[in-house]
C-alpha cells in the first residue's frame, strides 16, 4: 500500500505550483494520500474519494480552503473530525480499503510555531499572542486524547503536517516531547533526510504496530524551473504488513 502526504502551502487547484505537484502525487500511484493546506478541489485529478476538515483559518484563505484533505482509491467510511482540533489545526480521519484490507488513514495539520489566531470579531492586539509553540502544544495533549479513542480497530496510519523535524534539528524539546506522548505506539518513519533529496521534512508518516514501512521516498518541493512548489518536501511511504519484526 503506497501513501503520499504533502503540503500544498495554499495554492488553489488550478496554480500551476498545484497542477505540478498533483501530477507528482499522480505519478506515484498511490493508494492514499494525505494533504494539507490543500482546497476543496485539490484532489480532483486523483478521482476518487476524499474527506476533508476545513479547520483553523490562520489568514485571509478562500472558501475552498481546507487544512486537511484525505483521499483514497476506494471510498472512505466512518468519517470523523474533532472540533477542538479543528479550531487549532485540523483533523480529519476514515475507514478504506486498501491492498493491506481495511485501514484506518488519520490526517492531521498541527499548528506551526508562531500560528494565532483571534476569535472573530475580536479585536485582540498583537502583544496578546500566545508565546511560540502554545497552540502547537494544546494541539499534541488534545490529539493524545483522540488518538487514545480511536486506537482499537483495524491498522492506523497518521499522516499530514506534523510541523516539527524528525529528529529535532529546530523547534521545541516541550513540542517534540509532547509529539512523541501524543503518538504513543505510532513509530514514525519519515525521520532524517529523505532521499532522493538527501533533506528533513515536516511532513510526516506514523503508523501503528500492526504495520511496517517498506520503503520511505521524499518528494521533491522544487518544481521543474528551480522555483519552490510548497514549503518542505512530500513523502511517499510503501507500507506493509506484519508491524514490528523481532529476530533473536
Known amino acids: ?16 505550483h498545484a497542477i505540478e505537484a498533483m501530477a507528482r502525487i499522480a505519478e506515484l500511484a498511490p493508494d492514499i494520500v494525505c494533504l494539507t493546506d ?4 485539490s484532489t480532483a485529478p486523483l478521482g476518487g474519494y476524499r474527506a476533508s476538515d476545513i479547520g483553523a483559518v490562520w489568514g485571509a484563505d478562500a472558501a475552498s480552503a481546507r487544512k486537511v484533505v484525505i ?14 482540533l479543528s479550531r487549532l489545526g485540523g483533523l480529519v480521519s476514515g475507514l478504506t ?13 498541527l499548528p506551526h510555531h508562531m500560528a494565532w489566531r483571534p476569535e472573530p470579531g475580536s479585536d485582540e492586539a498583537p502583544s496578546s499572542r500566545p508565546a511560540p509553540w502554545t497552540l502547537h502544544v494544546s494541539y ?51 525521520s532524517g533526510d529523505l532521499a ?14 500492526d504495520l511496517r514501512a517498506d520503503a520511505v ?32
Request: glycine letters at 10%.
Open 1 to 16: 500500500m503506497r501513501l503520499v502526504t504533502w503540503n500544498m502551502a495554499g495554492h488553489k487547484p488550478d496554480s500551476p
Open 140 to 190: 499534541l495533549e488534545r490529539l493524545q486524547e483522540v488518538l487514545a479513542a480511536m486506537r482499537a480497530g483495524p491498522p492506523s496510519v497518521i499522516a499530514g503536517a506534523f510541523n516539527q523535524f524528525l529528529p529535532l534539528v529546530w523547534g521545541s524539546w516541550a513540542a517534540h516531547h509532547a509529539l512523541k506522548a501524543a503518538l504513543g505506539p505510532f513509530g514514525v518513519v519519515t
Open 217 to 248: 521516498m521524499g518528494i521533491d518541493r522544487m518544481s521543474a524551473d528551480g522555483e519552490a512548489l510548497t514549503d518542505h518536501a512530500g513523502a511517499a511511504v510503501d507500507l506493509v504488513a506484519g508491524g514490528i519484526q523481532i529476530i533473536d
Open 196 to 209: 532522493p533529496m538527501r533533506e528533513p521534512t515536516v511532513n510526516h508518516v506514523a503508523i501503528d504496530l
Open 71 to 84: 483521499w483514497s482509491r476506494t471510498p472512505l467510511e466512518e468519517i470523523e473530525r474533532d472540533d477542538a
Open 38 to 41: 490543500a482546497h476543496e478541489g
Open 97 to 109: 480499503q486498501t491492498p493491506l484490507g481495511t485501514v484506518r488513514l488519520i490526517g492531521v495539520c
